[in-house]
């Protein structure tokens, strides 16, 4: 059965570099969504991307993160300048349509943990 | 903005005994959806059960059901017959029709018993 992959499974960074987590969602899904999760605390939105374009992003998706669709097949969320409190779970997530019906069914990645130092 | 809330961090279960994991939500929209997730240990979030709201009938899915009360915002999972291969975490989650944001629950962790 096809499955949202991530790599890595867990990064470590040092605070105000950049880190760029990397999903490949199922081939045939064309929206794909970034979630974080702080340990403790629920899973949290960031960004949803259709048709390589932004389409919602959250109050917590700000000019420090970018996505991008770079080839047919990658969805890369960038943090530039991480800060300790960046270090969480990232899930990458991607759904057929946004509508109704089964077809807006998200999978979800393993997630990239992000340690922060 | 919506919200959801499980009020339960941790349950337990004997194995082949039923156990219900409680959600409450709130959204002003009149078209949502309404999903449970699992997410076994060190594996990723996979859907168990899902709802539309203009549904009335409770969605199931074998041994998964829902008891959906609209009116109430309550929106509780229902295992039977218990399984060790049901422990995980268990994430309730809204999505309104207009959006595709998904609202998480802050999850409830199941044990299971042998």
């Known amino acids: 059965e096809p499955e949202v992959t991530q790599t890595p499974s867990h990064q470590v960074t040092q605070m105000g570099q950049e880190v760029i987590l990397r999903c490949v969602p199922i081939?045939?899904?064309?929206?794909f969504y970034w979630y974080r999760q702080i340990l403790g605390q629920k899973v949290e939105f960031l960004v949803s991307?259709?048709?390589?374009?932004?389409?919602?992003k959250s109050e917590i998706f700000d000019d420090q993160f970018s996505v991008e669709r770079p080839d047919g097949s990658n969805f890369t969320l960038k943090i530039r300048s991480t800060k300790l409190e960046d270090s969480a779970m990232y899930f990458c997530?991607?759904?057929?349509?946004?509508?109704?019906?089964?077809?807006?069914?998200?999978?979800f990645g393993p997630g990239t943990r992000l340690t922060v130092l | 903005a919506q919200t959801v809330t499980q009020s339960q961090p941790e349950m337990s279960v004997q194995e082949a005994e039923t156990v219900t994991l409680s959600c409450t939500y709130d959204?002003?929209?009149?078209?949502?959806?309404l999903f449970w997730y699992k997410q076994p240990p060190s594996r990723q979030m996979i859907l168990v059960i899902r709802?539309?709201?203009?549904?009335?009938q409770n969605a199931t899915e074998n041994r998964f059901s829902v008891n959906f009360q609209k009116a109430a915002k309550s929106f509780s999972l229902k295992i039977s017959d218990s399984q060790l291969g049901d422990a995980a975490m268990y994430f309730c989650?809204?999505?309104?029709?207009?959006?595709?944001?998904?609202?998480f629950g802050s999850g409830t962790q199941l044990t299971v018993l042998p």
């Open positions: 991307f259709y048709n390589n374009e932004i389409s919602e």
């Open positions: 081939s045939n899904h064309l929206y």
């Open positions: 997530a991607s759904s057929v349509s946004s509508g109704g019906g089964a077809g807006n069914e998200q999978f």
């Open positions: 959204t002003s929209e009149s078209d949502y959806y």
């Open positions: 709802q539309e709201a203009y549904k009335q």
């Open positions: 989650a809204c999505r309104s029709g207009s959006a595709r944001q998904l609202t």
